[in-house]
Structure formats: C-alpha cells, structure tokens
C-alpha cells in the first residue's frame, strides 16, 4: 500500500512547517471567503461584477489555483463585508 498523505503532511523532511504553515492559512482563507459569499447569497459572478474583477478569477481564487495579491483580497473582503486585519497569535 502507499504512502498516506497524512504521512507525508506530518513528515519535516516533506514538507516544511513554514510550508504547510502557508497552506493551512490559505485554505482558512478560502473557505472563510467562500462562506461569507454564499451566506450573503452572491454569485461567483455578482462578487466579480462588485470587485471589477472577472467571475474566473473569483474561481480560481475559491479552487485555490492562484495566490491573491494582498490589493485582490482587499477588493474581494470588501463587499463581503470582511477586512484584513493581521493578529498577534
């Protein structure tokens, strides 16, 4: 049988905790967007129309094929309502 990926997650030499750090914040990032989109009841679509950006853009940002610059995700949290503020841990 092959190697789980809960193995190869959880192995250092794999995979960098600043990597996987990286990872775990933009898949919180994009299920949190999606989630304020669809309790607002936007459209893919309708949040490309209020952001000025295209409707496959907005796709590719929730399917995780691209990284957004910190101004899209600014224009992206805008109508949803949302801002970008950074924590102390």
Avoid at 43 to 72: C, F, H, W, Y
Wanted: no cysteine; hydrophobic share 40%; glycine share 4%.
């Amino acid at each position: 049988m092959g190697t789980k990926f809960s193995d190869l997650w959880n192995d250092p030499d794999f995979i960098t905790p600043e990597r996987k750090a990286k990872i775990d914040l933009e898949a919180d990032l994009i299920v949190k967007l999606i989630e304020a989109r669809e309790q607002k009841g936007i459209t893919q679509k309708q949040l490309a129309e209020m952001t000025g950006l295209k409707q496959s853009n907005i796709a590719r940002l929730e399917n995780s094929t691209v990284t957004p610059k910190i101004d899209t995700l600014i224009k992206v949290l805008e109508p949803l309502g949302y801002t970008l503020t950074i924590v102390p841990k």
